[in-house]
């Protein structure tokens, strides 16, 4: 069975740290791009941040360069994002979605399968 479950959401103060997991069902390819997007409020849905199987190419939204890592773990089928110096504005529902594919240049691509979200707030 395909799917994809996000965990690690929660409530934390500016400044401070979470890191998101992705476990990967039944989406096994060695050509697999895993990517981050996220739904603020009243926003459109953005890309955040993806990470290839084959190449491990990555790419990351201007606005987490610098503050957010991608890494996945294909023995345990889960790619996490570790973000640090959480800011107000990163407030929103992450999903991770997964694609057939062997680089990660675009947030564009359409994506296969999609979880259902978790939700980080950042505020004091």
């Known amino acids: 069975q395909l799917s994809l479950v996000e965990s690690g959401g929660g409530l934390v103060q500016p400044g401070g740290s979470l890191r998101l997991s992705c476990a990967v069902s039944g989406f096994t390819s060695d050509n697999s791009v895993i990517t981050w997007f996220r739904q603020a409020p009243g926003k459109e849905r953005e890309g955040v941040s993806c990470?290839?199987?084959?190449?491990?190419?990555?790419k990351y939204a201007d606005s987490v360069k610098g503050r957010f890592t991608i890494s996945r773990d294909n023995a345990k089928n889960t790619v996490y994002l570790q973000m640090n110096s959480l800011k107000s504005e990163d407030t929103a529902v992450y999903y991770c979605a997964a694609r057939y594919g062997r680089s990660c240049i675009s947030f564009d691509s359409v994506m296969n399968l999609w979880g259902k979200g978790t939700l980080v707030s950042v505020s004091s």
């Open positions: 990470i290839s199987s084959s190449v491990g190419s990555t």
